[in-house]
Every structure is written in structure tokens, then in C-alpha cells.
């Protein structure tokens, strides 16, 4: 197949490109910059907030890892034609994650006026980025999958991602945890043992991403891993690491008192709200009867591991302090 991966040089991005070339596909990323595009892939030099050139009946597929507001589907939808096309959504769409394993039938709002107003504002070199959307991000979306499914009269995925992890991951929030793991001494994290995490390796959502392309299905997935508790995901790091480390738990209000903030001080760290509860405890039933393929937990975080220690003096955007543990270890 004739594959084109637009925001191809991206963490998702570039293990799709990966996969695609690895499964014998004819690759093109479509880039602004032209910089980190994956070995074998062609590169088309295009950036979607400008005119983009004519690009009917060059590719069978689409996989756009990068797009946050429903103009920017219509735009590439009007440029490429009739393809089968992959939407790498959000399980950020719904606005009520209160219920264990809940599915894609889920009440997902879309986006409001307001909504599309703060998203027209965004500065064009950040439209490609969650970073302007803040509390509208869910629900714009939602609005893409709208906008796909109308474009695409019916050949779409819509994949409603989860938290993807792995080597160079720019967001951190898995890497903070090996890193901390690979060091002696006390560890504090927010209990119970027994809170839900839910990631994947972002190589096994690349090669989802590339099956359902080849495959043409319609339909819309969750594409996360299986739950485990924050207790085995800490074994297994500490296993990789070899280091003696020993866990407290405590409440995560206490962490609050001292200004630590969930998910970005305490990464992976999901609210204590109602409304939240679940969102790392989502059914992937319909991804796994599409025989999505997870890999043991242990080989990501090896590769996370070897892949930090070569760049251990790279500061982390994320994590607490050494300041912050302290000030809530016993």
C-alpha cells in the first residue's frame, strides 16, 4: 500500500512509519520540517494551516497522528481525495470516566463554538500540538472524528488513543517513573498500591494504527493496554532497574497539601474525582478481537531504561522534585 503519515516525524508518528515500512509499505511523511523522518520513508514537505498541493490518487491510506480541530480534517480530506483514513483520536473525548471498563459507546460531547473559536485562534506553528487546546481538547476531537467521518464518506478508523509510552518519549511521564526507580532509597507515591494504570508501548500502537489501514476497517477503538496496578508497573521497573528501593503510600491529598500536582508532579497520577476514576481502567474488547498485539511489559520498560541511561543528563518535563518527595516522606 501506498501509505502517507502526516505528523510522521512525531513520537506516534515515526513508530508508524516504522511499522509500515517494516510490514513492506510504500511510505511518505507528510512533514513541515522534513527533519527525523524514519529510514525508507519518502518525505513531502506540506504544512496543512497553508494551501496544501493536489494529492488525489497518490496514496491508498492515511495515518494523521495530528489532528486537533475539525478544519484541519477537512482541509487534508479536501487535498487527498477518496483514501482509507486513520484518525489517532483521544479517550480524552468523553466527558464522564466514572465507570469501570467502559467502551467506545461512551457519551462523547463535541465541540461547542467556543471550542472551534479558541481553535481558530491557536497560533498556527501550535495547531499540530495539544498544547493549545487545554480543557477544549477532548471535544475538539470528537469534532475530527465528525469531520472524518463526513470527509471520508465511511472509510475511517477512528482510534481513540490512550497513554502511549516508550524510548524518546517527549512527554516523560512513563520515563520519570524508570528514572526515579533507577536510583537507592525511599520512594513516596500516592496509594493505594492497587491504582489502575493503563498505557502502551507506542510501537504496538504504530503497528495497530498500520492494521487497520491495511485491513480498512471502519469502526472506532480504544487502543491502550490491559490495566495493572501502580504496584506492578513499580515491580517491574524496580526488577529492570535491580536497585533496592523501598515504596510508601500514602494519600494523594497529602501530596496536594504540599503543592504536588497529579500528572504532572505524580505522572500517570489520574485526579481523585468521580469523573476521572476510570480513565486508566477503559474496555479494549473490540481493539484485541482486532487482534491488537501488546508486548510484555518488561521489554518496554528495558528499552525505556537503556534508552534514559544513554541521555540520563537530559532534564525531565515532568516528575517531582527531590524537594517535593522529601516534603512528604515520613
Not at 492515511?62 to 487527498?80: F, N, S
Not at 483514513?85 to 465507570?99: A, E, K, P, R
Not at 472551534?116 to 498556527?124: C, D, F, G, T, V
Not at 512527554?171 to 524508570?178: A, I, K
Amino acid at each position: 500500500m501506498r501509505i502517507l503519515i502526516v505528523g510522521g516525524t512525531g513520537f506516534l508518528g515515526k513508530a508508524s512509519s516504522n511499522a509500515a515500512i517494516a510490514a513492506g509499505h510504500e511510505v511518505t511523511v507528510m512533514t513541515r520540517s522534513g527533519a527525523h523522518v524514519a529510514n525508507g520513508a519518502a518525505t513531502l514537505i506540506a504544512d496543512r494551516e497553508e494551501p496544501l498541493p493536489d494529492l488525489r490518487g497518490q496514496f491508498d491510506a492515511v495515518i494523521d497522528t495530528c489532528a486537533y480541530a475539525p478544519d484541519m480534517v477537512e482541509r487534508l480530506a479536501a487535498a487527498i481525495g477518496a483514501v482509507h483514513y486513520v484518525l489517532v483520536s483521544s479517550i480524552s473525548v468523553y466527558d464522564d470516566m466514572s465507570t469501570p471498563q467502559f467502551d467506545e459507546t461512551a457519551h462523547a460531547p463535541t465541540a461547542t463554538e467556543d471550542d472551534l473559536a479558541l481553535a481558530a485562534r491557536a497560533e498556527p506553528s501550535l495547531r499540530a500540538t495539544a498544547e493549545p487546546y487545554g480543557a477544549s481538547y477532548g471535544r475538539l476531537k470528537r469534532a475530527c472524528e465528525i469531520a472524518a467521518h463526513a470527509a471520508f464518506a465511511g472509510q475511517c478508523t477512528h482510534i481513540r488513543l490512550g497513554l502511549i509510552v516508550g524510548p524518546r518519549d517527549y512527554t516523560d511521564r512513563f520515563t520519570w517513573w524508570v528514572r526515579r526507580c533507577d536510583q537507592e532509597g525511599p520512594l513516596v507515591v500516592p496509594g493505594p498500591a492497587t491504582r489502575n494504570i493503563q498505557i502502551i508501548d507506542v510501537r504496538d500502537a504504530g503497528a495497530f494504527l498500520v492494521k487497520t489501514a491495511e485491513e480498512r476497517v471502519c469502526d472506532t477503538f480504544h487502543l491502550t493496554g490491559q490495566p495493572i496496578t501502580l504496584q506492578s508497573m513499580l515491580d517491574a521497573i524496580i526488577t529492570a532497574t535491580g536497585r533496592k528501593i523501598d515504596i510508601t503510600y500514602r494519600p494523594l491529598a497529602q501530596f496536594a497539601e504540599h503543592g504536588i500536582r497529579h500528572w504532572t508532579d505524580l505522572p500517570l497520577i489520574v485526579p481523585d474525582n468521580p469523573a476521572f476514576a476510570e480513565m486508566l481502567n477503559v474496555s479494549t474488547e473490540k481493539a484485541q478481537r482486532a487482534e491488537l498485539t501488546i508486548r510484555p511489559l518488561a521489554e518496554t520498560v528495558q528499552a525505556v531504561l537503556a534508552h534514559d541511561r544513554a541521555d540520563r543528563n537530559r532534564p525531565l518535563i515532568c516528575g517531582m522534585s527531590a524537594d517535593q518527595e522529601a516534603a512528604v516522606r515520613p
